[in-house]
């Protein structure tokens, strides 16, 4: 299986840099706009590995909702990003070994399982990752999770409904 | 795709070095987001390498989860900002007011 193809190489040195800027950077509106980019830059990766619904629901859900309510929050709590800036990070640049160290193991791990990971050459359904076909899977084979997961869905909206109301005394 | 594994890991090993260096709880969670777009682009990856949809269906969870999780884990945020006015985790200290 060959994916070489110069956009999704771009797509991928974007998608880093911006994580790396979301990690970096420290005004948090600058943070959430890198975030931003990285999550469209994911969306173009999905196209390409031919993931159209997938790239769909990732604009839909997180450029759209998820980092919204992010922005919601940011803008609600401008006072305490000054007072960090001011109380100056005392920088913990000593993780950066066990990072680079959990790298490295993710690296030779991956290495080693793909050494002997069979090539297939398997002939992709011209609509593969159509929203028909996610549908289908969807509501045969995983029906009994899909009802899970709107229980826990629910039960989260719930929950942060009750933790953030304001205490009625 | 040797390219696309390095890309998830190196967006997986971002992350923890989010969290483990940061101090503002908001940038968590933006971490938290990009270790779990890391194991939906090898979700993705696999579901085209398989040339099944059972991946795709994983990824589908996944974002479901995470949307509960910044929903629930903004909430809490915003409590502790306004007990406390600090965002900065090193502060939250007590388990009581």
């Known amino acids: 299986m060959t994916l070489d193809s110069p956009l999704l190489s771009f797509l991928t040195v974007l998608l880093l840099l911006s994580a790396v800027g979301v990690i970096t950077l420290r005004n948090p509106v600058h943070a959430s706009l890198s975030f931003l980019l990285s999550l469209l830059s994911l969306a173009g ?11 769909m629901m990732q604009v839909l859900v997180y ?8 922005m919601f929050v940011v803008v609600l709590f401008q006072d305490a990003y000054q007072q960090i800036d001011i109380s100056k990070a005392n920088s913990r640049a000593v993780f950066l070994i066990p990072t680079a160290a959990i790298f490295l193991v993710a690296m030779l791990a991956y290495g080693w399982e793909f050494v002997h990971l069979p090539m297939l050459h398997i002939e992709l359904p011209t609509n593969f990752g159509s929203i ?9 084979d995983f029906f ?22 304001k205490e009625e005394l | 795709m040797d390219l696309l594994f390095f890309a998830s890991t190196a967006l997986f090993a971002i992350g ?12 968590f969670f933006l971490s938290i987001e990009m270790m779990l777009n890391a194991a939906n682009l090898l979700f993705v990856l696999f579901a085209r390498h398989w040339g099944n949809y059972t991946g795709q269906m994983w990824v589908f969870f996944v974002l479901v989860v995470a949307a509960a999780e910044a929903a629930v884990g903004l909430a809490i945020v915003i409590n502790l900002f ?3 006015q600090r965002v900065d985790v090193d502060q939250f200290n007590r388990l009581r007011e």
Request: charged share 10%; glycine share 10%; net charge positive.
């Open chain 1, 45 to 55: 990766i999905y196209l390409e590995l031919s993931a159209s619904f997938i790239s």
């Open chain 1, 63 to 70: 450029a759209g909702a998820i980092l919204v309510i992010f």
């Open chain 1, 132 to 140: 028909e076909g996610l549908a289908r899977t969807l509501y045969i």
């Open chain 1, 144 to 165: 009994f999770p899909f009802e899970i997961v709107i229980l826990i869905f629910l039960i989260s909206l719930v929950g942060a409904l009750y933790i953030g109301k």
């Open chain 2, 16 to 27: 923890i070095c989010g969290i483990l260096t940061g101090r503002n709880a908001l940038i």
């Open chain 2, 82 to 84: 306004r007990s406390r």
